[in-house]
Nanobody, 129 residues
Framework: QVQLVESGGGLVQAGGSLRLSCAPSGRTFSNWSMGWFRQAPGKEREFVAAHRWSGGTTYYADSVKGRFTISRDNAGNTVYLQMNGLKSEDTAVYYC??????????????????????WGQGTQVTVSS
């Protein structure tokens, strides 16, 4: 069973930065597409960013575009979410997700939770205003 392990969450002031990391246990995911989602209390889980395995195309939610950057290391062992210019509305539990499908979709495909096979346990990000 693949496990995704996230790290890097914490408490930060508005305008600050954090970098989240996600690594699988027991294997690499160089040919998987990876996504980040978040869920605030009382709200549904929402798409944040995705990195498509083929071509390395990245996709972002409008709310984070220009502030967040998704990337992965060359070995495919770790995926990152660099978050700059954090706002109080970014406060949520952030989840890493992996899609093992070789389908190369567009943004709408990667924004759907049901297109991901594996999920991390989540890491809390709290932005104080």
């Amino acid at each position: 069973q693949v496990q995704l392990v996230e790290s890097g969450g914490g408490l930060v002031q508005a305008g600050g930065s954090l970098r989240l990391s996600c690594a699988p246990s027991g294997r690499t995911f160089s040919n998987w597409s990876m996504g980040w989602f978040r869920q605030a209390p009382g709200k549904e889980r929402e798409f944040v960013a995705a990195h498509r395995w083929s071509g390395g195309t990245t996709y972002y939610a409008d709310s984070v575009k220009g502030r967040f950057t998704i990337s992965r290391d060359n070995a495919g062992n770790t995926v990152y979410l660099q978050m700059n210019g954090l706002k109080s509305e970014d406060t949520a539990v952030y989840y890493c997700a992996a899609s093992t499908s070789t389908f190369s979709g567009v943004r709408d495909y990667y924004s759907k939770t049901y297109n991901y096979n594996y999920w991390g346990q989540g890491t809390q990000v709290t932005v104080s205003s």
